[in-house]
């Protein structure tokens, strides 16, 4: 009979090493925050692909709507550091729904969070797959075959062991963090002296739909506004991860916990924010879909259009294209690394079912690697369905 103190304990997080030494906040920050920390990667293209559908007039408030966001943002991480408070020993919404709800309600919520982890994959594989492909142009005509190759090789390498890592995770982490800052910091300096430039996109013209042809004016006006927060609200992804793993912390685990629930939280409006107003600046604009966007040649394919912050940092470092592109190659890493990481959040969660006997025992051995195959399997094919239905088209997935 398992005592309580045991089982508190996550199967993922019972490593003799983590548990003696503990992760510090610099490497807890990458490990359990890259998949939120991704969404910047993706949450302005949603707001903006969604304003554009009202016209180009409507992007303008974009800045709006990443306040409205991060409002929700401020009130879901306050949140969570009173959950890492109340609960020390880790566990995450699972647990905080069984003891407060019972096992019912414990079990909607794993449900929801294995579905989320299963969207996770497909979304950051689909949108690492359009940042590639705005380095090479070719790979926009394959954007299924392109996202169902990554998930394919982090299948693989989550079947042959590969785990989490603190240093691992941290480097990719941090250099995206890194290129986001020199790009909001050259874009920022170069506007404040007049030299920076618009985006090619600037010159097209975006076509308004129905029933927003009237821009923001009326009820039309708000149903977009609120379509555009919806969309902006994916920077919320993945922000349970740090709750979830305070017993990987160094001691003080929930004050080291909480403080890098606050570091995430600053960081990650930082860097939204100043997406959102260079994107604004230097008049970038996503169509949500095929033929909204016309340029001088005609229609434009909405595939064909980069995703925003590569349209920024071709803008930004127009005479320094190796940092354009350092800029989108570390955007796609990230992404990549957010998927693997939601690999391991979706196998931990089965062992925790495991362990409490809503699936077989065998999973809660995580020695037995022949156990956790079908666990590992499970996610990527989810994810693969999901990018074929849709056509590997991101908005789609996030809407979802």
Known sequence: ????????????????????????????????????????????DQILLTLGVGGIVASGISLWVGVAVFAVMAVVIISY???????????????????????????????????????????????AGRYLSSLF???????????????????????????????????????????????????????????????????????????????????????????????????????????????????????????????FALISAAMMFSMLHLAKVTGVKVPAFDSQLLSADGPVKAREVPPVIAQLATTIFSGYPIVASLVIIFTAIILIFAAHSAFNWFSQLTQVLSRDGFLPPQIFRRADRSSLSPVICVPALVAAILIVVTEGQAPKLIQM
């Open 137 to 263: 142009p070719s790979l926009s005509v394959h954007p299924v075959w392109v996202a169902l190759g990554i998930i394919v090789i982090l299948t693989g390498l989550n079947l042959s062991g590969m785990r989490e890592s603190g240093k691992l995770f941290a480097i990719p982490a941090y250099l995206f963090m890194a290129a986001i800052a020199l790009l909001a910091i050259f874009g920022l300096l170069k506007e404040a002296v007049g030299t920076l430039g618009l985006a090619q996109t600037a010159q097209m013209e975006i076509l308004p739909s129905e029933p927003y042809q009237a821009g923001l004016t009326g009820l039309g006006g708000l149903l977009l506004f609120l379509r555009a927060f919806s969309g902006g609200c994916v920077a919320l992804t993945g922000i349970e991860g740090i709750s979830n793993g305070v017993p990987a912390f160094r001691k003080p685990r929930p004050k080291n916990a909480r403080i890098t629930l606050a570091l």
């Open 81 to 127: 550091r009173q959950v890492v408070l109340a609960y020390p020993r880790g566990g995450g919404d699972y647990e905080v729904a069984r003891q407060n709800l019972g096992q019912s309600a414990a079990l909607v919520t794993v449900s929801a969070l294995l579905v989320d982890y299963s969207l996770t994959i497909a979304v950051s594989t689909t949108v």
């Open 1 to 44: 009979m398992k005592d309580d103190k045991e089982r508190w304990q996550t199967p993922a997080l019972r490593k003799p090493q983590l548990m003696r030494e503990g992760l510090s906040k610099r490497y807890a920050l990458p490990v359990f925050a890259s998949n939120a920390l991704s969404s910047v990667s993706y949450a302005p």
